[in-house]
């Protein structure tokens, strides 16, 4: 993985003040970018198996 020090602006304020924050408050924000990482993963499974499963619950649902 290559890293590069070009940041958004968004970025550059989002980091200066998460720096400015004490620990305790750094370890609940990346908590929480875990949870919202984990919650669109979560949405895009359901979204891909509802996707996949489209075809199967016309055929039910067409079927006389």
């Given at each position: 993985?290559?890293?590069t ?5 968004s970025?550059k304020i989002l980091i ?7 620990q305790?408050k750094?370890?609940?924000i990346i908590?929480?970018?875990?949870f919202?990482?984990?919650?669109e993963q ?12 489209e075809t199967?619950f016309?055929?039910i649902?067409?079927n006389?």
């Open positions: 993985m290559v890293h020090n070009i940041y958004t602006e970025e200066a003040k998460i720096r400015s924050l004490p305790d750094v370890a609940e908590d929480f970018v875990d919202l990482s984990q919650l979560q949405q895009s499974l359901v979204y891909s198996t509802t996707k996949l499963s199967a016309e055929t649902w067409d006389p």
